[in-house]
């Protein structure tokens, strides 16, 4: 993906300023939001170890295979944050991401937790919203 590019996170920056810093690992996402849209940004791109490196160690799997299901990622919307600026601990973000699979298209409504260790974010879990 081109720097130039607009960000598939949906913030309406590019890609060079937005998520690319956080994935590449030249700087950390300042917020939890931020965390989460790059983490997003990581699933549009296929980056397992991206993923794998910012998601907490109590819940982290061991391996991540996002080359299984041929998944087409189509938009992230943020529907609400609490807490996780640069001064918090923990923080949430609800989202709905929308993707396609073999064809039809799906959405994820997720609200996810994640904690700052050492001056960095990372993701613990979260509840889908039905």
Request: with cysteine; net charge negative; hydrophobic share 30%.
């Amino acid at each position: 993906m081109s720097r130039q590019h607009t960000c598939p996170c949906g913030s309406g920056d590019d890609f060079g300023r937005c998520c690319e810093p956080c994935l590449k690992g030249t700087s950390l996402a300042e917020t939890a939001e931020q965390l989460m849209r790059s983490r997003y940004t990581a699933y549009v791109l296929q980056d397992a170890a991206y993923l794998l490196t910012c998601w907490h160690d109590s819940t982290r799997p061991p391996q991540l295979d996002l080359l299984s299901e041929p998944v087409n990622w189509v938009g992230l919307k943020i529907i609400s944050t609490q807490a996780g600026q640069t001064d918090d601990h923990e923080g949430t973000v609800e989202f709905i991401a929308r993707y396609k699979l073999n064809g039809k298209a799906y959405r994820l409504h997720e609200r996810s937790r994640f904690i700052r260790e050492q001056e960095r974010w990372f993701y613990v879990d979260g509840g889908v919203n039905t």
